[in-house]
């Protein structure tokens, strides 16, 4: 398995723009990692090269133009991003699973040095397996973690059909009668049904947004992510930013503990979201 992804770099700008406008954030090229089997890298691009690459997942690159990337990049250590696997959480064989499958790794893109990608994936298959006791329909199942030279590298989910951001692109595409607004209420009820489902077990999510929402077959919508889920008061370790899913320009309140309120403020922002992207009304999207 070989694979190249492409993210936008963003950093906080200290000095005004040329144009004299204070912009608080600036784009600083493209960021890339990339997994050659469990081996991964990480390194970015010039903004200069912007044009050659779009932002996405390659998984189709020349051997050549694989290699070469690798070149420009730096190996991340196995221990700072694959946790060690722990007694009591489930195992997911891949070659013998009869179902479809997603196998979500590490994300290397938050990397900084040390081992806080490790302890997030950890926290991430805890999680999981604390709620496999206390399921709810509207809540991402979880099928175990897989193993390799005793850490584990990767969360097994039930393969979902898309995002609720891939459905309302389709959407906005095709016309809202793709997605209507009875289909909308029951998306947003589900997904309020399995936050307060959380909550009642003592846990905040604190990354509500459109592109931790997907669909089974059914069409039921289910919340994802758990990576970000802390219990209440705790310290966040990821999230915690309402809006923070659409980019640094759209950030509204950002909290630093697990808290129901950040909750609450990011299903609403989604809500509104919604709604602005899907109808002619003005001026819904803010909170």
């Known amino acids: 398995m ?15 723009s040329i144009s004299g406008e204070v912009q608080p954030w600036e784009r600083k090229g493209l960021r890339l990692t990339a997994y050659d089997g469990y081996e991964a890298y990480i390194g ?28 420009s990049m ?22 013998t699973s009869t179902q479809d499958y997603f196998l979500k790794q590490p994300n290397i893109s938050i990397y900084k040095g040390n081992d806080d990608v490790a302890q997030l994936m950890l ?34 989910f039930p393969k979902y059909i898309g995002t609720l951001a ?21 998306c947003i009820n589900g997904i309020q049904s399995a936050v307060r489902h959380l909550h009642s077990l003592g846990y905040a999510h604190n990354d509500i947004s459109a592109c931790n929402i997907m669909f089974d077959s059914s069409g039921t919508a289910m919340l994802i992510g758990l990576d ?33 309120e950040c909750d609450e403020l990011s299903l ?6 919604l ?8 001026g819904l999207e803010e909170l």
Do not use: M
């Not at 993210?7 to 000095?15: M, V």
């Not at 692109?169 to 209420?185: C, D, V």
């Not at 640094?248 to 503990?257: M, T, V």
């Open 268 to 273: 609403q922002y989604v809500q509104n979201w």
């Open 74 to 95: 730096s190996r991340i250590p196995d221990h700072d991003i694959y946790p060690v696997f722990e007694e009591g959480i489930t195992r997911f064989e891949p070659q």
């Open 166 to 186: 891939d459905r309302v692109s389709k959407a906005r595409q095709l016309g809202p009668a793709h997605f209507p607004a009875e289909e909308r209420e029951r």
């Open 228 to 260: 970000s889920c802390a219990p209440i008061g705790e310290k966040v370790k990821k999230g915690g930013v309402v809006g923070g899913w659409r980019g640094p320009f759209f950030w509204k309140q950002e909290f630093k503990q697990s808290s129901i």
């Open 44 to 71: 970015t691009l010039p903004p200069e090269e912007r044009k050659d690459w779009r932002v996405g997942v390659y998984d189709d690159l020349a051997d050549a133009e694989f290699e070469r990337l690798l070149r």
């Open 2 to 16: 070989r694979t190249v992804q492409v993210k936008e770099a963003w950093s906080q700008r200290s000095q005004p």
């Open 123 to 156: 926290a991430e298959a805890r999680a999981n397996q604390r709620f496999l006791a206390h399921s709810h329909v509207n809540l991402g199942s979880y099928l175990g973690c897989v193993v390799h030279g005793g850490r584990i590298v990767s969360l097994a």
């Open 275 to 282: 709604i602005s992207e899907l109808s002619d009304k003005p």
